[in-house]
């Protein structure tokens, strides 16, 4: 079975840094890009990020860009969200999930970012 | 990268048919079939309803339907059950490489 397990978010003060880590199993995570997709409280989705198999690519949604980097060690079967100077309107449960083709599938349980002072 | 266009909320009976409006742009919607659909009940994490606009994943029921016509997406809910009471989101592949979610629909079963 594919599982997806966030770990690593928490309250965070306003321009600290959170790094959030997702662990994989079930599948060959190395041949999968991966993904990170987040929900403010009572909001919808936003994507943030994409990484390719060998973390040679990656791509950001414009307000996270420069603040947030997305990596991923194969060898561990985990992927990585390195958040810096965050601000309120980070605040949301974060989610990864596996990018199969144009789709999100599955995702993980998600975890809570709340920045706050 | 401003959000596709969903309808709020949309409601129908046990067993009628709702069909979920998504509305894009020739940079998303309108140029890549690259639209997908996911379900999300309340606490839950999002779950792939359909794919590549018209794609069903293995195990999800027949009665959700997807289409395409021009900047719009939609997504169609055949024999309307109370388990499909949740909220609906699109999303889009886009021509800069990134991805656009849906701004959400919250689907009423009355």
């Known amino acids: 079975e594919v599982q997806l397990v966030e770990s690593g978010g928490g309250l965070v003060q306003p321009g600290g840094s959170l790094r959030l880590s997702c662990a994989a199993s079930g599948f060959i995570f190395s041949s999968d890009w991966m993904s990170w997709v987040r929900q403010a409280p009572g909001k919808g989705l936003e994507w943030v990020a994409n990484i390719k198999r060998d973390g040679s690519e990656n791509y950001y949604v414009d307000s996270v860009k420069g603040r947030f980097t997305i990596s991923r060690d194969n060898a561990k079967n985990s992927l990585f969200l390195q958040m810096n100077n965050l601000r309120a309107e980070d605040t949301a449960v974060y989610y990864c999930a596996r990018k199969f083709g144009a789709k999100f599938d599955p995702w993980g349980q998600g975890t809570l970012v709340t920045v706050s002072s | 990268q401003s959000a596709l266009t969903q309808p709020a909320s949309v409601s129908g009976s046990p067993g009628q048919s709702i069909t979920i409006s998504c509305t894009g742009a020739?940079?998303?919607?309108?140029?890549?079939?690259?639209v997908s659909w996911y379900q999300q009940h309340p606490g839950k994490a999002p779950k792939l309803m359909i794919y590549?606009?018209?794609n069903r994943p293995s195990g999800v029921s027949n009665r959700f339907s997807g289409s395409k016509s021009g900047n719009t997406a939609s997504l169609t809910i055949s024999g309307l059950q109370a388990e499909d009471e949740a909220d609906y989101y699109c999303?889009?592949?886009?021509?800069?490489?990134?991805?656009?979610f849906g701004t959400g629909t919250k689907v009423a079963v009355l």
């Open positions: 999303c889009s592949y886009t021509s800069s490489s990134t991805y656009v």
């Open positions: 590549d606009v018209t």
């Open positions: 020739s940079s998303d919607v309108g140029t890549y079939n690259y």
